[in-house]
């Protein structure tokens, strides 16, 4: 039920692709989320972070956080959606002082029509 398995993750440039192009697209201050349906019973995440956002230290640290959010709110979604997740250039300023929860709000307040 908490994993995150490889059937759950948006792997292929492909899909990720296709989900830009063609998905819907919600967004707050500092995210942008598209989603769209996948045709399938899973629920799928992915998160792509510019090198602009900082270094590998910053940009893990925040698709650590992302991820963690889906595992854990992953039954909140509706099943067969793939979402995937960009961060906006304004989060890079101040995220050195945020933490897990900081971004968890952001997420949920990013989902709040979906979830």
Do not use: W
Request: proline share 2%; hydrophobic share 40%.
């Amino acid at each position: 039920m908490y994993s995150f398995s490889k059937a759950e993750r948006l792997r292929l440039n492909a899909q990720i692709k296709d989900i830009v192009q063609t998905g819907k697209i919600i967004q707050t201050a500092d995210f942008i989320a598209f989603i769209k349906k996948n045709g399938t019973d899973k629920r799928r995440f992915g998160i792509s972070v510019k090198k602009k956002f900082g270094n590998a230290v910053k940009r893990n640290r925040l698709k650590r956080y992302c991820r963690e959010y889906f595992r854990l709110n992953k039954m909140k979604f509706p099943s067969g959606i793939d979402v995937f997740v960009l961060p906006r250039k304004r989060l890079s300023k101040r995220f050195d002082g945020l933490h897990y929860r900081e971004i968890a709000v952001e997420l949920e307040e990013l989902f709040k029509g979906l979830v």
